[in-house]
């Protein structure tokens, strides 16, 4: 993670874009990707979308790609660090998800 | 990475929660939470969205938070490495947003 | 649908929200509210979302209209009908979708 | 409306596309052609996103074309009728935004 934020802030600093990435932007072009990733999957089933072609299969990594890519850049526009962020949430998640009460159930134990 | 991959395993083995865990439900709950990230932004103009007032900050902290968490999920459902999957990305990126024709400019050069 | 454009612009009016409503910011109010709507059916297969919970399908309902709202107010501020532009867009979804080789296949033929 | 409503269930008909739109799937859509349009302002400030170029203009047109189809077939599959709910959310908005309260001002009250 840490090569690959090097690589981004390299990558945006050659093309003097930051300019451009305001986490406003960024959050559009984060949602931007998220729903071509969405694309792939909108007429499947579940079933068949565990089981992509290996054509549409590449697609969707290049798709994984993109949203980690802006996912660090926006993070590091606002200073922080994505895996502890995410590693803190499921802290939270631990006592919103209790395991009595979400075995099997995907939803909040509050609903 | 590898650490944090783990740990949401292990969150959803607990919980039993794979059956929900398609890449369609997937993908619709990471276009969710990419929302929660939006809203944040949605009236900020681009220089206020730089710096967001700390009460705020700690909830873009777990919106990142839970973007990387099911955006890891879904990528381990297709057996993809998202940090492998973005540092390829970044290399067909370098050939779609040459330097030369890309410095200052954040459209494909196609354009 | 012309009432309801009379309705959005005197409310706007009223709270001096015009100066918010750039389309950029009302596309993004819009991307939140779509969330929103899809945060209902995340979990659920898809015959369980063609049958919803009354009180779901009240929310569900208050999400269409926000979502509508937005859509009038955005096609507003750059002086679009959106019927016109559906019943256009129609027009052109018929020769990207002929019925012939779209039959039963939700996919564009070019695929 | 009502005879966009009509045109629509007559080319969902003829393609025999109504088995693909289950409100889970038509949802997923929508959050798509929302994007294309999120995509067209995302790097544009507020300021230019106000009056777009003509050639631009009409991709913007053909994308609200596309999400107004998709919410009025979404709604219709539920039985709901968009205008209404718009009409009704409206309602509800007055009291959650009074006038005294959000004159110049975009956030909820109680924020």
């Known amino acids: 993670m840490k090569n690959l934020l090097k690589i981004i802030r390299e990558f945006n600093r050659r093309r003097d874009w930051n300019q451009f990435h305001s986490p406003k932007n960024l959050a559009m072009a984060l949602s931007v990707e998220v729903a071509e990733l969405v694309e792939h999957f909108q007429w499947l089933n579940q079933a068949a979308s565990r089981s992509p072609a290996p054509s549409k299969k ?34 939270k998640n631990r006592k919103n998800y209790p395991v009595k009460l979400s075995k099997g159930n995907a939803f909040k134990y509050k609903e």
């Open 58 to 91: 590449e697609e969707i990594k290049d798709e994984i790609g993109d949203i980690l890519i802006y996912l660090v850049n926006l993070a590091d526009q606002l200073d922080i660090d994505p895996i502890q962020a995410a590693l803190d949430k499921i802290k």
